[in-house]
């Protein structure tokens, strides 16, 4: 974890060295679930993401931004509810269509911090059942609200990993995770060369 936010940072660094970038920070609301052979009858859970972000320009109507965000994911399921919480790294791709509307895509690396399962004000620790890493393929569009420094962006992201601990489960099928995201940034800062 330590090693992947200082390859966070040196990018932010090279990048302030040799290119016009932006830093901000973002937030905004998940509507996640799971799915696949062992997901159950799973619905919709809706929690928080919050994180930092750079934007490096690649070309005039490209960049790469790569962020940092913590994301509370998982699913109802039956009676309760399981909760996972992710330091997620996406690298995206972004590219600027005009009129302030971007689209971007790109991977995304997830590192499981916690899982819980909740049922009638009960919480049980379940991050053992699960594995610590998660791989998903994040889609978007963003728009840049004119003359401020806000921006709306839209996103789902499709689960490719498995996530459940065969070994620990016994089981031989799958959950994955989708996480559609509404969110805000804010341009903290803005250097050029």
């Known amino acids: 974890m ?84 992710y330091i997620n790294i996406p690298v995206l791709l972004r590219y600027y269509a005009g009129s302030g509307f971007s689209i971007f895509t790109g991977p995304q690396v997830g590192f499981l911090v916690g899982a819980h399962y909740k049922e009638n004000g009960n919480s049980i620790n379940v991050k053992d059942l699960y594995n610590s890493g998660d791989f998903a393929w994040a889609v978007g569009i963003g728009y840049k609200i004119p003359a401020t420094k806000l921006g709306l962006d839209a996103r789902y992201n499709f689960g490719i990993a498995n996530i459940e601990d065969r070994e620990k489960t016994g089981s031989t099928g799958s959950i994955r995770n989708g996480v559609f995201q509404l969110g805000v940034t804010y341009t903290l800062f803005s250097a050029g060369r």
């Not at 090279?14 to 799971?34: D, E, V, W, Y």
């Open 2 to 85: 330590k090693k992947l936010a200082l390859v966070f940072l040196a990018g932010i660094s090279f990048a302030t060295a040799n290119a016009q970038f932006q830093f901000g920070a973002k937030g905004g609301l998940n509507f996640a679930t799971i799915s696949g052979s062992d997901a159950g009858d799973a619905s919709t859970r809706v929690n928080v993401n919050l994180g930092v972000y750079a934007r490096l320009p690649l070309a005039e109507k490209i960049s790469l931004q790569p962020e940092l965000v913590y994301s509370n994911q998982g699913a109802s399921v039956n009676k309760g509810s399981v909760a996972y919480n």
